[in-house]
Each structure stands twice: as structure tokens, then as C-alpha cells.
């Protein structure tokens, strides 16, 4: 599969995946609350891989202006039908990756990802993008699953059969040593690693970590 056919397969599920339900609720609430303590109110955010926006629309009303950005039309679609629906000053969605062009270099003040690097083709190169596109200082927030930490038989078996079929994206598979030695290789201090999940063995760490 390439780029191009991983927006097909979000844009063709969006709908469903807008109706599903948040699988941890409270999980995900810890995060949202964590993330808005590191925000401040002048602050310049990027989010990236946003989906239908559920997180920008809660965090976006504490910053002066958030970015939310998709692959995804359909995603995008859906999330600009919520930002219609309750206006927030200074949010704006729009299609893209970190590596869109039109993403000025040095002017965010905090880069978020939250279940965005384990989709992405070159995580290193990611990760890359997202430190030039942070201040001096900024910070990169993260929280993804690290599926080499998994059960074998969904990284093995599951997922490649899945993509086979056009049922699956693309997916990168790596371990949570393996994520910090990444972030900190791409030129980021981590600066605190934390566990949200309130069910299951979720091996999600959320990131902390300040351009160096």
C-alpha cells in the first residue's frame, strides 16, 4: 500500500470510525487533561493525524491558535462539520502530514501526535519534520501503541492479512525502548514517560519530549 491508498482506507471508513467509541474513555481523558497542563495560552500547536478532530476541539480553545492536520479528506470532512458546529477562534483543520510544504519551519510551540507515529511509513524522518517544525524549545507530545511490545500474533498474522485485503493501513511495528531511542535520536529531550491506560496491557506510553 502506498500513501495515497492509506487516505483511501481512512477516508472510506470515516463515518464508522467517527461513530465508534473511544475503546479506553477514561484513558483517553488522562490524556487530554496531561496534555493541557504542558499547553500554555499563547502557545502555537500542530496536530498531526487528527482524525475527525475529537482532541483539537477539546484543546483548542486553551492556545492562541491549533493546527489540525489529517491525511485523510474524509477525516478532515467530519471534523470541519464539528468545528461548524461549535466554532472555536484559532482552531483550524486541514489535510496534510508533517511533511506538507505548506508547514513553516520553526513556528509551532508544541507538535502533537497522539496514535499518529505507529501509521507513519518513515517514523525517523517523522519525528525529524516534526523537530524542525517546533520553536527553540518546543515540545513533541506523544501517544501511540507500540505493537513489537504486542502480541506477536497481530503483528504477524493479524495486520499483514488485514493489508492484504485492503482491510488494514499501513502499519509500524516497534518496541517502546525502541520509540525513545527514536525520539531522542531525532534531536528531542525526553522529558517524562507515562502510562494513561486504565484497561488491558495497552503498551501506549505518552511522551514528553523538548526539542534539544
Known sequence: MSPASDARFWDRISRKYA?????????????VDRTRTLLK???RVLE??????????????DVQ?????DISAGMIAIAEEKRLANPITGLSFGIGTAETPMLESGRFNAVLGF?????????PGTLGRALALLAAGGLFISKTPCLGDMNPLIRTVLLPGMRAIGKAPYVSVFRE?????????????ILATENHATRGNDRRPF??????
Not at 48 to 61: D, I
Not at 115 to 123: A, E, G, I, S
Not at 207 to 212: F, G, P
Open 177 to 189: 525502548a525502541e520509540l525513545y531511542q527514536l525520539v531522542s535520536a531525532a534531536g528531542f529531550d
Open 41 to 43: 495560552p499563547d502557545d
Open 48 to 61: 498531526l493525524g487528527c482524525g475527525t478532530g475529537t482532541t483539537a476541539l477539546r484543546l483548542a480553545g
Open 65 to 69: 491558535c491549533y493546527l489540525a492536520t
Open 115 to 123: 496514535n499518529y507515529l505507529h501509521m507513519v511509513r518513515d517514523v
Open 207 to 212: 511522551i514528553v519530549a523538548r526539542k534539544r
Open 19 to 31: 461513530a465508534d467509541k473511544i475503546a479506553d474513555q477514561a484513558g483517553y481523558e488522562r490524556t
